[in-house]
Nanobody
């Protein structure tokens, strides 16, 4: 059983920054990949950033250069710093953890970028 607890996010002006964190209920070394997906209104679910148990990162093209994902293994927490946010980044962001054969999801947080 895996539980994911999300924190951070909210409302910022265009050009602002958001930081999301996701704490897992087990060792990050037991999780193949962990990160965030997002879904904007009327759009499909989209990968934002992930990091594997051996530290390999993957970023979406739309976020690359503006986002950094990192791990704190002692706290079993993955964090994502998102800079230079734009209105089209507005979406519900959901933490995801992938283990063998299944995915686990956090509740999701609303990130809104608006002037």
């Amino acid at each position: 059983q895996v539980q994911l607890v999300e924190s951070g996010g909210g409302l910022v002006q265009p050009g602002g920054s958001l930081r999301l964190s996701c704490a897992a209920s087990l060792s990050l070394f037991s999780i193949y990949t962990m990160g965030w997906y997002r879904q904007a209104p009327g759009k499909q679910l989209e990968l934002v950033a992930t990091i594997t148990s051996d530290g390999v990162t993957n970023y979406s093209d739309s976020m690359k250069g503006r986002v950094t994902i990192s791990r704190d293994n002692a706290k079993t927490t993955v964090s994502m710093q998102m800079n230079s946010q734009k209105p089209y980044d507005t979406a519900v962001y959901c933490c995801n953890a992938t283990l063998v054969g299944t995915k686990y999801w956090g509740e999701g947080t609303q990130n809104s970028i608006s002037s």
